[in-house]
């Protein structure tokens, strides 16, 4: 007569359980990591579309403002050159278009600074809307490595 064998060994309990804990780990690792990408993605989302279009909006404001800050320099330069060059020229003329003058340059200066920085807010947003884009495929590459780990990890398992 033939002796029963059973098909629960020790050993394929032990390699089940095992397989088990991998799949249910790799489960809930994708699970979480997802989550996490999922609302840093939304909270970029919603950060971006508030303040980027502004900031757009502003940079074109300033390079207006510069441009006719610009021309403004073209006419005092012009006027000054007219009054200084003039030996009938009063002092009170003279002392009033060095004074525009410098005001066209400070305000031309300050323009320039307030561009620079609005541009590197602006940049700043158009990186992290960038960024948006790679999350999606940083999530989708870390379903294929779930998986992938997931399918090597039971093959180790089963070799075992």
């Known amino acids: 007569m033939k002796k029963f064998k059973s098909i629960f060994t020790l050993k394929r309990i032990i390699k089940f359980i095992l397989i088990i804990i991998v799949l249910f780990a790799t ?21 971006i579309d508030k303040k980027l279009p ?3 909006k502003k940079q074109k404001q300033l390079a207006t403002g510069l441009k006719n800050a610009k021309h403004d320099k073209i006419v005092t330069e ?6 200084f060059s003039n030996p009938n020229s009063k002092d009170k003329t003279l002392k009033k278009w060095i004074n525009k ?7 031309i200066d300050d323009l320039n600074t307030k561009i620079k920085a609005n541009n590197q807010k602006v940049s700043h947003y158009q990186n992290a809307y960038i960024s948006k884009a790679n999350i999606n495929n940083a999530a989708f590459n870390l379903t294929s490595i779930a998986l992938v780990v997931a399918v090597v990890a039971i093959f180790f398992v089963l070799s075992f």
């Open 27 to 47: 489960r809930t690792g994708y699970q979480s990591v997802s989550q996490a990408l999922s609302q840093n993605y939304q909270e970029n989302n919603s950060t």
């Open 101 to 107: 003058r410098q005001t066209v340059d400070d305000r």
């Open 54 to 56: 502004p900031l757009v």
């Open 78 to 83: 012009y006027h000054y050159k007219q009054v």
